[in-house]
């Protein structure tokens, strides 16, 4: 392991066999122009500066890393911190990719943003962003998760955007991003498509992976200010993989000490009802390599190369496939990947409340599930930062309704 | 010479413009493809596109999607859409052209299918979301078994897109008339008629435009601009109907 893995994704979007661009021609040429106008945009200090502030003033960072006393009191190992991206405006850490691509297309002169969105977090960041610069925006969603997230489909519809409801397939995210990527393909000269996570076609992995560092760069500031050391472990939930990402990557080529071993990094993906089940997406576990919606990467298919359906309590997690870049980090072994069940992330989702006065989004109650299995047999002086990727408000009525319970 | 650029070097000689419907392989049966691909080739058609079904096809209209979803029911795979051809290959020798999206193909093995489609019968293959700069396996195998590689290109298509796409091209450049996908409306505009002069210069190659045309009007149109017309979502709208698509091919025939 070396500085290398820090270098890609290759100009072609590669990491190392992953990725790619495997899209109409018709996007190419946007494509092209989205690489170029970031590459600039890096290296271009009013835009930097502008991102900087709005970051602190709209966004709220940087977020709290927050000590988890009575969790960690609770599991009786490791002491827990959370990284707050909970508290990020809008409520999850879609925000920081969603308002720095916003800020792009309008330098780009885009007059009309759309997006995809599962749970409705990155529907209502995009919606927020468009709003903020001033764009047109239209939100695809699948009517499945339109029900499971009615909360967040009012709050795209206040800000200002269109929702469309996606009837195809099976009405989630993954027909959501088609419909994005058709509405893309027919509006591409006037509309810059915000995608919501670390997957699609070259740039996007590599740029909304940028954008999601802010996470871990923090926490790593935060961590030595408060402990003096880097964690041991960091753990964090992997639907298309942003959150994860975020935290992990500038953590990627940190020793714990100068003689130990590198810091360890858990990625918990939906295992749903359990993978022998089916009804999961746990794409490491259950999937194969295969190519959809613009990228190479796992996916969950049958023999035939037709994408299979996926499950998870979690919308925001129920994605038949998985960024280029986690497949590369798991060839590494740089990063583990495994899952919680909805049982244990409903479980995890009651202990993180109780204890902490907390609640998190349910696609962070995966995190948390994965914490309450290690954390108690690790030593007490070791650490490990979960993040709290977002806020639970949005799946308060769905976990009633889970739970048997009207309101 | 392939059988698809003999097709066109023949319509050539006798100023003609190729006629390319494109049909759902299993909409609503096998059989019933079959029996379509006869009547076509009656009607007029000098090459048959077959689509192959595939759970998420993001460059295909509402029209085409619902035809994938009912071929799909029926079990339809590109397993079986091989073996159909081959059936197709005992009674017919019109030149055909699998539509099938990547993932299917990755799936199979890039040379398991290559190989195994060359002895079906298939003579082309259009990936609409393989493009040449991730399609370098593929062209390498195709071309060892002299499957045509078939690229498309677009009204948004830069000039060196334009190269890069033409040069990769084999048997003809498909050209999408519209940004957009399957079965949307047609426009022929300026940017249409520049990107098709672009590739003509650039490239030796049969063009045939596709996407968009759904009447005998606008093929006219397009095929005075290029070498070929592809007619997909107004024919598979046909047969959602129960309607004799042989009328309908004929008119578009005598159209071009």
């Given at each position: 392991m070396n500085k290398k893995i820090k270098k890609l994704p290759d100009s072609k979007g590669h990491f190392n066999g992953y990725g790619g661009r495997f899209v109409p021609e018709t996007l190419m040429p946007a494509l092209i122009e989205l690489e170029q106008a970031y590459k600039k945009c890096k290296k271009d200090k009013g835009f930097l500066s502008e991102l900087d502030l709005l970051q602190r003033t709209y966004i709220g960072r940087p977020t709290p890393l927050y000590f988890a006393r009575?969790?960690?009191?609770?599991?009786?190992?490791?002491?827990?911190?959370?990284?707050?991206?909970?508290?990020?405006?809008?409520?999850?850490?879609?925000?920081?990719?969603a308002l720095a691509q916003a800020l792009l297309a309008k330098k780009m002169g885009k007059t009309r943003l759309i997006a995809e969105t599962g749970a409705g977090q990155h529907g209502v960041a995009t919606a927020t962003g468009a709003a903020l610069v001033g764009l047109e925006c239209e939100i695809y969603m699948g009517s499945e998760d339109m029900r499971r997230q009615s909360l967040n489909v009012f709050r795209m519809r206040l800000l200002g955007a269109k929702v469309t409801e996606v009837t195809t397939g099976s009405k989630t995210l993954k027909d959501a991003i088609s419909e994005s990527l058709r509405d893309w393909t027919t509006n591409v000269r006037n509309t810059h498509y915000i995608l919501g996570t670390v997957f699609g076609p070259h740039p996007y992995p590599r740029m909304v992976r940028d954008f999601q560092s802010v996470i871990g760069i923090e926490a790593r500031k935060q961590i030595l200010k408060a402990e003096k050391k880097l964690p041991d472990c960091l753990i964090a939930c992997v639907g298309g993989g942003s959150n994860s990402i975020g935290l992990f990557y500038a953590f990627l080529t940190s020793h714990v000490s100068p003689l130990m071993s590198y810091v360890r990094m858990i990625g918990v993906e939906a295992g749903g009802q359990g993978i022998e089940s089916g009804l999961h997406a746990a794409r490491f576990a259950g999937g194969s390599l295969g190519v959809f919606q613009g990228c190479k990467s796992y996916l969950l298919q049958d023999d035939d190369g037709n994408v299979l359906t996926t499950h998870s309590v979690s919308a925001g997690l129920d994605y038949a496939s998985v960024g280029p870049e986690h497949c590369y980090m798991r060839d590494l072994k740089r990063i583990e990947y495994t899952y919680a069940t909805d049982d244990e992330a409903m479980n995890a989702f009651e202990l993180l409340s109780r204890t902490e006065g907390i609640i998190p989004a349910l696609e962070s109650a995966h995190a948390i599930a994965e914490t309450v299995k290690v954390a108690p047999a690790m030593p007490k002086d070791s650490i490990i930062i979960v993040n709290l990727s977002g806020r639970g408000d949005k799946d308060v009525q769905e976990a009633a309704r889970i739970k048997g319970i009207t309101l | 010479m392939t059988k698809i650029e003999k097709t066109f070097k023949k319509l050539k000689q006798q100023n003609k413009k190729a006629l390319i419907p494109y049909i759902m392989a299993g909409d609503p049966s096998l059989e019933a493809t079959k029996k379509f691909v006869a009547e076509m080739e009656e009607a007029g058609a000098d090459i048959i596109e077959l689509g192959v079904p595939f759970s998420d096809p993001l460059a295909d209209g509402p029209t085409i999607q619902r035809a994938g979803e009912r071929a799909m029911k029926q079990g339809v795979t590109l397993r079986k859409t091989l073996s159909l051809v081959e059936?197709?290959?005992?009674?017919?020798?019109?030149?055909?052209?699998?539509?099938?999206?990547?993932?299917p193909v990755f799936k199979y093995g890039?040379?398991?299918f290559v190989s195994e489609a060359v002895r079906a019968g298939v003579d082309g293959v259009i990936i609409p979301d393989l493009i040449p700069d991730e399609a370098g396996d593929f062209i390498r195998i195709a071309k060892k078994h002299k499957l045509d590689t078939i690229f498309l290109l677009a009204p948004t298509s830069t000039e060196d897109r334009v190269r890069k796409v033409a040069k990769a091209s084999m048997g003809f450049i498909y050209y999408v008339s519209i940004t957009g996908i399957t079965g949307a409306r047609l426009s022929v505009d300026d940017s249409m008629k520049n990107t098709l002069s672009l590739i003509k210069k650039v490239a030796e190659k049969p063009v045939a435009v596709g996407f968009g045309i759904s009447n005998p009007e606008e093929a006219a149109v397009v095929s005075a601009l290029a070498e070929g017309v592809i007619i997909g979502s107004a024919i598979?709208?046909?047969?959602?109907?129960?309607k004799d698509i042989k009328n309908f091919i004929k008119t578009i025939r005598e159209a071009i």
């Open positions: 009575m969790l960690t009191e609770n599991l009786g190992g490791a002491k827990i911190y959370l990284k707050r991206e909970d508290l990020c405006h809008t409520g999850a850490h879609k925000i920081n990719n | 059936g197709i290959r005992q009674t017919t020798q019109i030149p055909l052209i699998l539509m099938t999206y990547y993932n890039i040379k398991a598979v709208r046909q047969i959602a109907e129960g």
